[in-house]
């Protein structure tokens, strides 16, 4: 059964005329006649009752109207996902993001696939600390990952989409609540709450760091498994913590304050991260849409 076959049938059946038929193709009208016969032949059924005064189809022609148009259908829908999977417009990307500062920057992505290619399906990985989540993009399980850490990692290639700053989360009720900045030495007799001591977990690092220079090892009583706990024992009083500007503006807790951190540190960036070869087909269409969707900040 030939496509166009398919399509002189549809179009004689609409126009109830070979010659208007084989105009609307531009085609002559034997052609049109032959496929009609074709069609005849291969489901052995009159399709048209024809005279020399009109053309009208049989109860089979009739009956082959809705799944001639479903068959052409399907063949424009492959030929479009054809075309859209060699120009990288259809597949599936896993997205993992690590803490509660990036929803909106993943969601914001997302968005904008769903929009401009919703022949690409993004599915969301939320991750709770960096480590595992650049280790799922290293392993192929993961296509994209976001997250925070220091140094290169062999095999990943990463872009800045934010520059970060640290605060420190203390109680409503704290002695230092209605302070706007705050230097680490002040914190030496207190106690931390933080997240669990992963390799390469910036805040862990910059909270050994910080405190080590002011004199001191910080206290930390309680490791919460997230963002949102971390919060919670804060607000409880059970101690203060080390976290970002980008948590304060996302994550909201009412008994929680943040005090801007005026030691200096080391810059911290939240990078995009995929695997180096990995770029190409759906993965490349994403990372080449988020470049505008979240581009690279520019420095200072």
Not at 23 to 29: F, G, I, P, S
Not at 204 to 216: K, Q, T, V
Request: hydrophobic content about 45%; aromatic content about 6%; overall charge neutral.
């Amino acid at each position: 059964m030939e496509i166009q076959d398919l399509r002189i049938f549809l179009t004689v059946a609409e126009e109830l005329h070979f010659g208007h038929a084989a105009e609307r193709l531009h085609l002559a009208q034997p052609p049109v006649s032959r496929g009609v016969r074709r069609l005849e032949e291969e489901f052995g059924a009159r399709l048209f009752e024809r005279t020399t005064r009109s053309v009208r189809l049989t109860a089979e022609g009739e009956a082959l109207c809705g799944p001639a148009q479903d068959m052409l259908d399907a063949y424009r829908r492959a030929r479009l996902v054809v075309k859209a999977a060699g120009q990288g417009e259809v597949g599936l990307v896993r997205v993992a993001f690590a803490g509660a500062s990036t929803h909106s920057m993943v969601g914001r992505l997302a968005r904008q696939v769903r929009q401009d290619h919703p022949g690409i399906q993004i599915e969301l990985h939320s991750q709770n600390f960096a480590m595992p989540a650049l280790s799922k993009v290293l392993r192929g399980e993961m296509e994209i990952g976001f997250s925070r850490w220091d140094g290169a990692i062999p095999g990943l290639a990463a872009r800045v989409l934010a520059h970060e700053k640290l605060v420190v989360a203390v109680s409503a009720s704290h002695r230092l609540a209605q302070r706007k900045t705050i230097r680490i030495e002040e914190l030496a007799h207190e106690q931390f709450v933080s997240l669990p001591p992963y390799s390469g977990s910036v805040l862990i690092d910059r909270l050994r760091s910080l405190s080590h220079s002011a004199g001191f090892s910080a206290d930390v009583v309680q490791v919460a498994p997230d963002t949102w706990t971390l919060l919670a024992l804060v607000e409880a009083e059970v101690g203060c913590a080390l976290t970002l500007t980008t948590v304060a503006d996302n994550v909201s807790t009412p008994g929680v304050r943040f005090l801007r951190v005026t030691d200096h540190y080391a810059p911290i960036a939240l990078r995009m991260a995929w695997r180096e070869q990995g770029d190409t087909g759906a993965v490349a269409t994403v990372l080449r849409l988020a470049e505008r969707v979240l581009p690279t900040p520019t420095a200072g």
